[in-house]
């Protein structure tokens, strides 16, 4: 099969990397062609053109974006410069983001034109993304569609497209290999993340607090984005007035795999991931993995027999910790202000029972409150050891952070797990069998925009740290 993958760029992230292992995957007996916006790194290996079309809006110069159609047109001459007879499939990823505001226009053309289009999402900009929301687009129809995980699979059913046009494929999962680790690092636990606010840095702190022999926890990256770096210079000053134990940009420091090989355990504390390699990563290199579970996610790796069962859902805080009235209010400013943006109406009464339900029980989950907050709850821990017992009686998942998990024999059964589920073999049948489906099988559908944001946007699990940036500010 002759294969085409278009993406906006190809900068080292999650979407360059997954391009680069379906490439690798499918060479064999296949052919490729990457088509991008931005010139890729040079280690890139794969067949590649740049078309400047393709790439972010130019926000300072907008006049300087060439329109869609000429786009289009220089994206089919680059492919019938590359193969006289055409190709099967053209594999788009991450299209429904507005990064570039022409791209579902240049993908109408080529539909016109007769290709068969895979669409593979990562990201919804429905899913905490309003910056990166066209709301004045439908996204587009009668196209095949690709998933990263069951829970998207159903989403997008329930919005509209058929089963026989949305394709679950998992990620392929590169083991890591820290049998031949040249140079040291030194003991930590482990969060291998870039800052941002959505890896919710601030419980990573508080689990801090319950590391055994007072062990650091270690951070590998600082954020790219202004957005985060903001929120990401906070923690490190506060980390830092507080003489808390905390490696920041551990990864500047030392060697990421003698990181790995040094770690007593890796910890993840993100509250949402689309693949979710945070929770396959760890046992790959023969190391446990702690923090929190996110359930939709991790269902899909339960199924394949990886156990998780013992990460925690919820950190509970009691209410009585934060100013709830503050918190209320913040909570209700941010959730309308959100709905605005994507042009929604907010219904009060379900507000208003979200927010109820959000305080069950007199405790509100760590993860669902805002870095101030997130810091307020902080403050009393470290200067009350009291309540740092107290949030461990009401959290009994924290008693774990006191030892280093003895987790062997489930370090192998995940490994073996992953090793037999998301190797490159799997993943390469997965892939062909998707194009050929795509190759054969027409669709006629589309998604309703409404529904699919209500799928994400729901008052009981609107969480501030995810929706509220300062753009909705």
Not at 6 to 12: G, S, T
Not at 61 to 68: A, K, L
Not at 135 to 149: A, E, Q
């Amino acid at each position: 099969m002759k294969i085409v993958y278009v993406h906006m760029h190809l900068k080292p992230g999650g979407v360059t990397t997954v391009i680069s292992r379906q490439v690798a995957a499918i060479t064999k007996g296949n052919q490729v062609l990457v088509i991008t916006g931005d010139d890729p790194p040079a280690d890139f290996s794969a067949p590649h053109i740049r078309i400047d079309g393709l790439g972010y809006d130019d926000l300072d110069f907008p006049e300087n974006d060439p329109p869609p159609n000429e786009t289009a047109e220089a994206v089919i001459s680059a492919i019938y410069d590359h193969w006289p007879d055409g190709c099967d499939v053209i594999h788009v990823h991450n299209p429904l983001l507005a990064k570039n505001s022409r791209l579902l226009s240049i993908l109408d053309r080529l539909k016109q034109k007769g290709f068969h289009l895979f669409l593979q999402i990562h990201d919804f900009p429905e899913d905490g993304r309003p910056w990166s929301y066209d709301i004045t687009r439908d996204h587009p129809s009668d196209c095949h569609y690709g998933v990263i995980n069951n829970r998207d699979c159903g989403i997008l059913i329930k919005s509209g497209l058929k089963p026989e046009g949305v394709h679950t494929l998992f990620n392929m999962v590169a083991p890591i290999d820290i049998r031949d680790v040249q140079g040291e690092a030194i003991p930590t636990v482990l969060y291998p993340v870039r800052g941002i606010r959505r890896k919710n840095i601030g419980e990573a702190l508080l689990l801090s607090l319950y590391f055994p022999d007072d062990t650091p926890l270690a951070i590998t990256l600082p954020p790219n984005s202004p957005m985060d770096w903001f929120v990401y210079k906070e923690w490190k000053e506060y980390a830092e007035k507080n003489e808390l134990n905390v490696i920041f940009e551990a990864s500047a420091i030392y060697d990421f795999r003698a990181l790995v090989a040094d770690a007593s355990y890796l910890v993840t504390t993100s509250i949402t991931e689309g693949f979710g390699f945070a929770f396959l990563d760890p046992w790959t290199a023969g190391k446990a993995l702690m923090g929190r579970k996110l359930p939709d996610i991790c269902s899909d790796f339960a199924a394949k027999g990886i156990g998780l069962e013992h990460l925690y859902e919820k950190i509970l805080v009691p209410a009585e910790w934060i100013d709830c009235v503050a918190f209320e209010k913040r909570w209700k400013r941010c959730l309308r202000d959100t709905f605005v943006h994507y042009g929604a109406a907010m219904d009060e009464s379900a507000a208003s029972d979200g927010f109820t339900n959000l305080c069950q029980n007199g405790g509100i989950d760590f993860s669902m409150l805002d870095e101030h907050f997130q810091r307020t709850v902080m403050d009393r821990l470290i200067g009350k050891p009291s309540d740092v017992k107290r949030l461990k009686e009401i959290n009994p998942a924290l008693k774990r952070f006191r030892r280093t998990p003895a987790f062997s024999g489930m370090i192998s059964r995940n490994r073996n797990a992953i090793a037999r589920h998301y190797n490159q073999d799997a993943y390469r049948d997965r892939l062909i069998g998707i194009y050929k489906k795509v190759t054969t099988i027409r669709v006629r559908h589309a998604i309703d925009k409404s529904i699919l944001l209500r799928q994400f946007l729901q008052p009981e699990n609107f969480s501030l740290m995810k929706w509220c940036d300062d753009e909705l500010e």
